[in-house]
């Protein structure tokens, strides 16, 4: 679900736009369809290789909880999204490598989630990294978690904070929730909890989210509805997840095929590492990245 610095290896790319960056949104324009309560950071842990499960990569998610919606995205799509719009309203491409938005340890929490409680459904914006295929759009119910609750409790920001269990969807999961901020909300998909979730983690070390500020802030929520809207697909979560695995198992051949008369050059280096010129890459190379969803099923 994340994406980090993979594209070192693609030197040059013969189109006027690099394919490697997000699809990015123009937040000048949107729709306000709730207004914010409360504002919640956490800090987001992936790990993108589960055969180096030491090896981690942060984004921050902000999570935004109304009366009625909650929307919970990362701040760093969010710089994107906002360099893309800047570069809009100059006349300018403003197409650029997500890798300018993420730190030296970065990677990017991809889906923005909005909940919407009386409707009892979530809506999930999905942006594959190659940006040429669409924006998906798919809906989940809210009701997703089985939770289990546990003994034990510890202080989180200066509140109490109680436990519980769920498994979803190939993953053991623990939370740490509060019921002094009655919000049955959390980072990501996460809720249904009798308050709010301060931190989730993963059994394997692979995942964890953790609250690292609370706001009592009234901020308008928005819904990005510009003209690029028609480039949103409806789809289902199987379809996005096919996406993902074909991009992780052939990153070149994705591009290829999301970009068709593209010319990829792979970097060459010396025996000291040091760069060495281009090729490029033959027809029948292949690029497989790690692929480590934090949905296995």
Known sequence: MFKNSYFLLLLTLAIPRLALAQNPINIDEYKVIDQSRFIITYEAMMTDDSLK????????????VGDSISRCYSNTMHRYDSAFTVSERKGQDGYKNMSHFVGENGGVWVPDVYKYYGRKRMTIMHRIMEGRVPIYLYDEPLDLMDWKM??????????????????????????WFTMQIPVKDGPWKFCGLPGLILEMEESRGHYAFRCIGIENQKKPMIWYDGPRFEDYQHC????????????????????RMANPGIKIHIAKTDASGKYAGSE??????????????????
């Not at 499960?53 to 935004?64: A, F, G, S, W």
């Not at 034990?152 to 109680?162: D, V």
């Open 53 to 64: 499960p030491t090896e981690h990569n942060y984004d921050r998610l902000v999570l935004m």
């Open 150 to 175: 546990s003994f034990g409790t510890k202080e989180i920001l200066g509140y109490q904070c109680f436990k519980a269990e769920c498994d979803f969807r190939g993953r053991h999961w623990t939370a």
């Open 236 to 255: 289902t979560r199987a379809d996005v997840m096919k996406q993902e695995e074909d991009y992780h198992a052939d990153l070149i051949g994705y591009i």
């Open 280 to 297: 490029e890459a033959p027809i029948d190379y292949k690029k497989a990245l790690p692929y480590n969803p934090v949905e296995l099923e």
